[in-house]
């Protein structure tokens, strides 16, 4: 036995962004996410949380830079590397929506022995990965 909890979820990623009210428009008119909680924690602070909008998955918290050193993150949060991955049931037609609502797609889609993937920026330049996993069977 090891001591933790039978039951336990990644529930919550953090993403640094430039502004609350941007960054929540973005998640939800570009990706289809819907917004959870907007809390105002007084001075300036809110507990913005999104997600997909049929609540599977993490949420992602909106955490707006507080300082120089979080702001020197926006955007580029992994380096350089694809750091989030939205899956998805049916690739081109989520692919075909998000370039309808001006995602910009780094690479053309392409077909790997996981699946269908295609690289994408969001409103600040963080990289994620739209995917469709191969079908097992």
Known sequence: ?????????????????????????W????????????????GGKRWVTVQPANGNG??????????????????????????LFLETDNFDRDHRTMLEKGVEFREAPRFEPYGTVAVFADLYGNLWDLIEPKRQG
Do not use: K
């Not at 008119?29 to 007084?42: K, N, P, S, T």
């Open 58 to 83: 993490a949420r992602l918290l909106l955490a707006e830079a507080a300082d120089e050193t979080q702001a020197s993150r926006i955007g580029n949060q992994t380096g350089g590397r694809v750091f």
């Open 27 to 42: 998640y939800v008119e570009r990706l289809g996410f819907v917004l959870i909680d907007d809390v105002d924690l007084g």
């Open 1 to 25: 036995m090891s001591g933790f909890a039978e039951t336990r979820v990644i529930a919550t990623v953090a993403v640094v962004v430039r502004n609350y009210d941007e960054a929540i428009a």
